[in-house]
């Protein structure tokens, strides 16, 4: 069943040597696991997600039907594995970390066993699992322990092909139900899983398996799975699904779709000055930048050579398929988010162009002989650049001051890193820094409350209430629900001693949250200063009774 084109079989090759690559792919990512979090969103879905924190069933079932986050995000089978290792050690990072890199190491062997399995070859299969676990570009899904949804997607989705492929060749449903399964271990830990019925009728072509009625209907099930989990994704996750008609039209579309198919295959050969965002473009004079016209170009060319080549085309097919399926879903036809490329988006659709690449190589090495050599040479020095870069590359996520500063060296006009380095300093009590960066950042003019608000936080922390006042009241006008903001405002005011103006600020914040007891205790003693002693001892009053000791001591002192 199986189409033999090379003269290396698996019987020609040690097993030892895949332990060799997983061995080379530890040491490439060994640098990852001592990183801290980053305030890249693990705050918010990781470090101050509750959710995590209950191991019980009903702990596990909010997962289920609970989407999370201010994007309604829903992968809850990652966040079992969260909420498995926060049980385990709770918020230490370096437990996160290392099962990331576990689940590549693991999937970097499925890798192995899927090419084997598919062509029969150990070398290129080894070729394609090395080049897979230690690419720089595997660093954003494996270093950033937000980014666990690849490595864990990966490894069901490994697994579902793995088991198909059992299932083509023996004929027993029983593999056929453990590909489903893997199918929706993927699903549930990453939407965009909801390919793998594609990349089935992909294998089903290599295999040259027809479209029979059986074919066909053994798809039934994974086909009406996909649709309605890609439906549920994108009525939950309908805020980040972006509306790209009013900036780019159906032409510049297929520009950007282009260039982002180009990225991920020049990356592969090019993996430099690797950026963590690549917004979407910006047009001067209604124009793209060049690169997004010159794409298509490429592309056309990459199929003309496909196509050429008469002899290997049916598996030069099959790869490119596989490529084009897994990164369809992220590159701008169905609009999602703000980034037009991503390195964790290449996660498995790298697989597919290192088989291309790998099955070239091949193919040269037994009909090209004299160039063995130069292609030997150029493979070990690839592989080593490679490790290196990615160890490196590791490093960036060492921390969100380390992170944020990267960002920086790749776009100084990112407003984003100002505010997440600031955050970083802020946290880190420096907040001569802390401010610097916010200052920074509010210079790009970028409506943002939470940095008018920390902004503020800074100028009050250093005494300079009226500075502080003008950013809280930026804060509070451009998001009027914050009720901390109108609180800092308040507090802001008091300071300044206008005392009228901070009840009218403590008042909003305790319609906005009725249970803010520091602003029902600074209102209290707002009332005190105006000598409106009723008022002030209601408020000290009920803030000591809701858990304010503080208030309690104000209450016992200027009320009994």
Same mark, same amino acid.
């Given at each position: 069943?199986?189409?033999?084109?090379?003269?290396?079989?698996?019987?020609?090759?040690?097993?030892?040597?895949?332990?060799?690559?997983?061995?080379?792919?530890?040491?490439?990512?060994?640098? @990852?696991?001592?990183?801290?979090?980053?305030?890249?969103?693990?705050?918010?879905?990781?470090?101050?997600?509750?959710?995590?924190?209950?191991?019980?069933?009903?702990?596990?079932?909010?997962?289920?039907?609970?989407? &999370?986050?201010?994007?309604?995000?829903?992968?809850?089978?990652?966040?079992?594995?969260?909420?498995?290792?926060?049980?385990?050690?709770?918020?230490?990072?370096?437990?996160?970390?290392?099962?990331?890199?576990?689940?590549?190491?693991?999937?970097?062997?499925?890798?192995?066993?899927?090419?084997?399995?598919?062509?029969? %070859?150990?070398?290129?299969?080894?070729?394609?699992?090395?080049?897979?676990?230690?690419?720089?570009?595997?660093?954003?899904?494996? @270093?950033?322990?937000?980014?666990?949804?690849?490595?864990?997607?990966?490894?069901?989705?490994?697994?579902?092909?793995?088991?198909?492929?059992?299932?083509?060749?023996?004929?027993?449903?029983?593999?056929?139900?453990?590909?489903?399964?893997?199918?929706?271990?993927?699903?549930?830990?990453?939407?965009?899983?909801?390919?793998?019925?594609?990349?089935?009728?992909?294998?089903?072509?290599?295999?040259?398996?027809?479209?029979?009625?059986?074919?066909?209907?053994?798809?039934?099930?994974?086909?009406?799975?996909?649709?309605?989990?890609?439906?549920?994704?994108?009525?939950? %996750?309908?805020?980040?699904?972006?509306?790209?008609?009013?900036?780019?039209?159906?032409?510049?579309?297929?520009? &950007?779709?282009?260039?982002?198919?180009?990225?991920?295959?020049?990356?592969?050969?090019?993996?430099?000055?690797?950026?963590?965002?690549?917004?979407?473009?910006?047009?001067?004079?209604?124009?793209?930048?060049?690169?997004?016209?010159?794409?298509?170009?490429?592309?056309?060319?990459?199929?003309?050579?496909?196509?050429?080549?008469? %002899?290997?085309?049916?598996?030069?097919?099959?790869?490119?398929?596989?490529?084009?399926?897994?990164?369809?879903?992220?590159?701008?036809? &169905?609009?999602?988010?703000?980034?037009?490329?991503?390195?964790?988006?290449?996660?498995?659709?790298?697989?597919?162009?290192?088989?291309?690449?790998?099955?070239?190589?091949?193919?040269?090495?037994?009909?090209?002989?004299?160039?063995?050599?130069?292609?030997?040479?150029?493979?070990?020095?690839?592989?080593?650049?490679?490790?290196?870069?990615?160890?490196?590359?590791?490093?960036?996520?060492?921390?969100?001051?380390?992170?944020?500063?990267?960002?920086?060296?790749?776009?100084?006009?990112?407003?984003?890193?100002?505010?997440?380095?600031?955050?970083?300093?802020?946290?880190?009590?420096?907040?001569?820094?802390?401010?610097?960066?916010?200052?920074?950042?509010?210079?790009?003019?970028?409506?943002?409350?939470?940095?008018?608000?920390?902004?503020?936080?800074?100028?009050?922390?250093?005494?300079?209430?009226?500075?502080?006042?003008?950013?809280?009241?930026?804060?509070?006008?451009?998001?009027?629900?914050?009720?901390?903001?109108?609180?800092?405002?308040?507090?802001?005011?008091?300071?300044?001693?206008?005392?009228?103006?901070?009840?009218?600020?403590?008042?909003?914040?305790?319609?906005?949250?009725?249970?803010?007891?520091?602003?029902?205790?600074?209102?209290?003693?707002?009332?005190?200063?105006? %000598?409106?002693?009723?008022?002030?001892?209601?408020?000290?009053?009920?803030?000591?009774?809701?858990?304010?000791?503080?208030?309690?001591?104000?209450?016992?002192?200027?009320?009994?």
């Amino acid at each position: 069943m199986q189409t033999k084109n090379f003269q290396t079989t698996t019987a020609n090759i040690p097993t030892y040597w895949i332990w060799i690559v997983i061995g080379i792919t530890f040491l490439a990512f060994s640098s @990852a696991i001592g990183n801290d979090f980053v305030n890249w969103d693990d705050e918010t879905y990781l470090i101050n997600n509750t959710y995590i924190r209950d191991l019980s069933w009903n702990g596990i079932k909010k997962l289920f039907t609970e989407p &999370i986050g201010e994007y309604s995000v829903y992968r809850p089978l990652t966040y079992v594995s969260y909420m498995i290792e926060y049980a385990l050690w709770e918020l230490n990072p370096k437990g996160y970390h290392f099962v990331s890199v576990l689940l590549h190491l693991i999937n970097t062997y499925l890798v192995y066993q899927l090419i084997l399995r598919l062509t029969s %070859q150990a070398l290129l299969a080894l070729f394609v699992a090395l080049f897979f676990g230690i690419h720089p570009m595997r660093v954003e899904s494996v @270093a950033w322990i937000l980014a666990r949804v690849d490595p864990l997607y990966g490894c069901f989705f490994l697994l579902g092909c793995l088991q198909y492929l059992k299932y083509i060749e023996k004929n027993n449903w029983v593999n056929l139900v453990f590909t489903f399964m893997f199918f929706l271990g993927a699903i549930f830990s990453k939407p965009a899983a909801v390919v793998f019925p594609v990349v089935l009728c992909a294998i089903d072509f290599y295999y040259r398996r027809g479209f029979t009625v059986k074919v066909m209907v053994e798809k039934i099930p994974f086909f009406l799975a996909s649709i309605a989990f890609g439906l549920y994704t994108m009525k939950v %996750q309908k805020e980040a699904i972006s509306d790209l008609s009013t900036a780019f039209t159906l032409l510049d579309r297929f520009f &950007i779709s282009s260039y982002a198919v180009a990225y991920y295959i020049i990356s592969l050969f090019l993996p430099f000055n690797l950026n963590l965002t690549n917004p979407l473009p910006a047009k001067v004079n209604n124009l793209l930048p060049m690169t997004y016209y010159i794409a298509p170009v490429f592309l056309a060319a990459c199929m003309g050579a496909v196509f050429y080549f008469k %002899q290997h085309r049916h598996f030069l097919l099959f790869a490119f398929a596989l490529f084009l399926i897994n990164v369809g879903l992220v590159i701008q036809i &169905i609009p999602y988010g703000q980034a037009v490329v991503a390195d964790r988006y290449s996660y498995l659709a790298h697989i597919a162009l290192f088989l291309a690449v790998g099955y070239v190589l091949q193919t040269l090495l037994t009909t090209k002989k004299e160039w063995k050599p130069s292609i030997q040479i150029g493979v070990v020095v690839f592989a080593l650049f490679c490790t290196f870069q990615t160890f490196t590359q590791n490093k960036v996520w060492a921390n969100s001051a380390t992170f944020w500063t990267y960002r920086l060296t790749n776009d100084r006009e990112d407003y984003f890193a100002y505010f997440g380095r600031g955050n970083y300093h802020y946290s880190q009590n420096n907040i001569e820094a802390a401010l610097t960066d916010f200052q920074k950042a509010a210079s790009f003019n970028r409506p943002n409350g939470a940095l008018y608000n920390n902004l503020g936080f800074c100028y009050y922390l250093k005494g300079d209430y009226s500075n502080a006042l003008q950013w809280f009241v930026r804060a509070t006008q451009h998001t009027p629900q914050d009720a901390e903001a109108h609180n800092n405002k308040g507090n802001a005011l008091y300071m300044l001693k206008d005392f009228n103006a901070a009840i009218q600020a403590y008042n909003t914040t305790l319609q906005l949250n009725p249970n803010h007891l520091a602003a029902m205790e600074f209102r209290g003693l707002s009332y005190l200063n105006l %000598q409106q002693k009723e008022q002030a001892c209601k408020d000290l009053q009920t803030a000591a009774q809701l858990g304010n000791a503080e208030a309690g001591q104000y209450w016992q002192q200027y009320c009994k």
